[in-house]
């Protein structure tokens, strides 16, 4: 700029000072237009720099402050990478714990793995010993059930042998009243009761000839069935007997009426004595206890007991 006008200074004064001439004029005017279109241009040239220098301080100020920003953003993310390195140092620290926690659990755990195993033989081996004993308790509980029914039968036929043997009695002794002799069942055993005045007179042990009668009609039906036991029993009342010789009380008076019977019963040689069983009971099993004459008339009395044997029975109730 102080070129330019340095110039045209100098050629206004060369213009008034001297006479030039027109081509100089012309010149001058030329060398002028030339320089004002350079000054032109060097303003606009100017006018751009200036505006290029604003844009590049407005784009420095942005270069600034972004690079504020990076450097904020890198300071802030060199901080967190360093937390994230600390984290992950603590990661791999937590890691490596896992890791030997894990090795002292498999250690572990197939430890409780060969217990639990051990313990689930030992169940197994216990269950199977508990199976064959429940197999065995079934088997038995089976034989027993079995021999239950075996022994049910047997009852059964015993019951229905009394009940047999008992009709058989009735009508052996048929002609016979009933204040003379009852026939009745008990036990499974079959009572024949005779009263004191069909068998013996008062005090007496010899037998009368109706109770002879009797007692050989019975004898004929018991050598008939042999698998009958036999049992004679005396019996007496409460009052006291005094005797001499050999029936000296209600005992020795039992016995011998019992003894009676059973020697007549045995007359019958194909019942044979090893069957029967002569026995006296004295006062002492009463059929009444009452102490009036009819009591002691019913408690005079010589019952033959007849018990069908009881082998298969007994048999079975010991198996049981």
Partial sequence: MRRINLIFVITITIFLSSCVSMTKFNKVQDQLRNANEEKEHLNQRVNRLQTANIEFASANEQLTNRIKNLNSELEEALYELNIEKQRITSLERNIEGLNRQLELQKTGSTSEIEQLLTELQTARNDL?????????????????????????????????????????????????????????????????????????????????????????????????????????????????????????????????????????????????????????????????????????????????????????LLRLIEMN
Avoid at 204 to 221: M, T
């Fill in 128 to 312: 199977n010993i508990r199976e064959d004993k429940l197999r065995d308790a079934e088997r038995i509980l089976e034989e027993k059930n079995a021999r239950l029914i075996e022994l049910q039968d047997v009852l059964a036929q015993q019951e229905q042998a009394v009940k047999n043997l008992k009709d058989k009695v009735m009508k052996a002794l048929t002609g016979f009243t009933s204040d003379e002799l009852t026939v009745h069942e008990k036990n499974g055993k079959v009572y024949v009761s005779m009263d004191e005045k069909l068998l013996f007179k008062t005090g007496r042990w010899d037998v009368d000839p109706k109770g002879q009668q009797a007692l050989r009609n019975l004898s004929q039906l018991l050598a008939d069935n042999k698998d009958i036991n036999i049992m004679v029993e005396g019996h007496t009342d409460d009052v006291p007997m005094r005797g001499s010789g050999e029936v000296k009380d209600n005992w020795d008076l039992s016995v011998m009426r019992a003894t009676a019977v059973t020697k007549i019963l045995t007359q019958n040689q194909n019942l044979a004595p090893e069957r029967v069983i002569a026995a006296g009971r004295s006062e002492y099993v009463p059929l009444a206890a009452e102490k009036t004459p009819e009591a002691r008339q019913m408690n005079r009395r010589t019952e033959i007991i007849l018990t069908p044997q009881l082998d298969e």
